[in-house]
């Protein structure tokens, strides 16, 4: 199995798959060749291919920012994003890439780094190629590999493994667990049998490679992030990058639902949650507004938590930050949460995908929408039976929604519609838990099989390639 730390990963934006998954990909490459002594002396050149999906949406998605910075060294979880930009900035303006302290290459973006829009590698449709070449042009070192959603990089190997039913063996960060559930089903019986919630499976599974203090800091500073990504989107106006020209919203919004704070919003909130407005749909102004601070922040390539992808990254915070600000939330409640989303973002991991590329937008905003419903339903109380229930509604009605970002951007739809996914999981919890009692007709382990079915049915111009939908039928400026 999974841990909920490769689900939940602190990264920078736009794109989990198109700038997290690369960056990751292009800084193992050129470590796996620094640590080569037959490849290390003899680098003078180095060439990265993008296939399928990351040519197609690449620029709008910054592939090539991230692919940059990663052959520079760096790694989402620990560069800040302006430190990215320069050592960007850097390389452009010298056309020579740092191999080592002391030690650069020449770096022709528009020779070494090649987009092929039209070709597409049989494994996935994210598809990288890495080659190292000597001074005399000798092919000293190349391999592929893939951006498969949500930050996950597979090698060739891993991927050929899967088609051939060779998962587990091949799998290198898969953990040894006392619950190892693959299925709802199996999740479901354990805690029935086991007498423990979802939250306790996921935390013991998380005991085998953590300490008890990892373990509690580590979904701390998941929750930090997320709630600094929310101050800094509502407290930050101006324009979004790129050609669409987009305003922020979520500075206006803010200073509407506080009238006036001048301060973000985790010190106004802790003064001002209990007394707001007397409209009673204002909660879910709130919540907006929470999705919207944060996709902004991923759309400008902000420090965001990959939940489980970039794109879908504010439904989560957006839910946590409703049952911390306007639920009393608490420490514990924090952690249930991140836990329980965690336990059913693994299910779609394991046995469909967070791509979009290959689910469009079902397997980012859906599964988003259904990992933050099961959270907020353990929150509220609910037994393993009513989380099951919200996971299941949460992306019953998101299946088939497909991805067709205007310019490539995550932009439009992506920054409104977590605003939409974040609503629908507040609600689905809420059917779940308050007028449910966990019995159910279609079961979440149906409904990920059928986003699985409905993912490779639909068509590739649905899929990260804005090659369809609102990519085509809107003016992009
Ligand atoms: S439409 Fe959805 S899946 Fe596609 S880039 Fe936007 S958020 Fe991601």
């Known amino acids: 199995m999974h841990s909920i730390f490769e689900l939940f990963k602190v990264g920078v934006g736009p794109s989990s798959s198109h700038t997290v998954g690369p960056m990751i990909a292009a800084q193992q490459f050129i470590n796996r060749c620094l640590a080569d002594s037959n490849v290390s002396p003899y680098i003078a050149r180095v060439q990265v291919k993008l296939y399928g999906s990351l040519a197609l949406t690449g620029i709008g998605h910054a592939t090539d920012t991230a692919i940059l910075a990663g052959l520079s060294g760096c790694l989402p979880a620990v560069s800040e994003p302006d430190e990215l930009q320069a050592v960007v900035q850097e390389l452009r303006s010298t056309q020579r890439l740092q191999l080592a302290k002391g030690r650069d290459i020449p770096f022709q973006e528009s020779r070494d780094l090649i987009w092929l829009r039209n070709e597409l590698l049989p494994q996935h449709p994210n598809g990288m190629e890495f080659s190292a070449w000597g001074s005399d042009g000798d092919l000293l070192y190349s391999e592929r590999s893939f951006s498969v959603g949500g930050g996950f990089v597979a090698t060739e190997d891993e991927l050929n493994a899967v088609a051939q039913g060779r998962l587990a063996e091949q799998a290198p960060t898969a953990l040894t667990v006392p619950y190892p559930f693959t299925t709802a089903l199996e999740l479901l019986e354990m805690a029935r049998s086991n007498h423990i919630t979802a939250e306790a499976i996921v935390h013991a ?22 709630q600094s990504c929310i101050d800094r989107g509502c407290t930050t106006a101006g324009v979004l990058p790129g050609a669409l020209r987009i305003a922020r919203r979520a500075p206006q919004i803010y200073q509407r639902l506080s009238r006036g704070a001048a301060v973000p919003p985790s010190e106004w909130l802790a003064q001002h949650a209990s007394d707001l407005s007397t409209d009673p749909l204002q909660h879910l102004d709130w919540i907006s507004l929470f999705a919207l601070a944060v996709n902004e922040e991923n759309a400008a390539g902000g420090r965001v938590v990959t939940a489980p992808t970039n794109g879908a990254a504010g439904v989560i915070p957006a839910v946590l930050a409703y049952y911390v600000y306007f639920m009393h939330g608490t420490s514990a409640g924090i952690q249930t949460f991140l836990k329980t989303a965690g336990a059913i973002g693994l299910l779609y991991k394991r046995n469909a995908s967070l791509s979009a590329a290959e689910m469009g937008c079902q397997g980012e905003v859906g599964v988003a929408c259904s990992m933050a419903a099961a959270g907020l339903a353990a929150c509220m109380g609910g037994h393993i039976e009513q989380i099951e229930n919200a996971a299941e509604i949460g992306m019953e009605h998101n299946l088939g929604l497909t991805c067709d970002p205007i310019a490539g951007l995550v932009q439009v739809p992506c920054i409104e519609r977590n605003t939409m996914g974040a609503t629908k999981a507040v609600n689905a919890a809420r059917l779940a838990v308050l007028y449910g ?5 279609v079961s979440l382990d149906r409904v990920i099989e059928t986003m699985r079915q409905t993912g490779i049915d639909m068509q590739a111009k649905y899929k990260e390639t804005s090659l369809g939908g609102l990519a085509v039928n809107v003016v992009d400026c």
């Open 205 to 226: 599974n998380e005991r085998t490679h953590r300490s008890e203090d990892e373990i509690a800091h580590g979904v701390d500073r998941l929750w930090k992030v997320m």
């Open 437 to 441: 009692d966990g019995k159910h007709f």
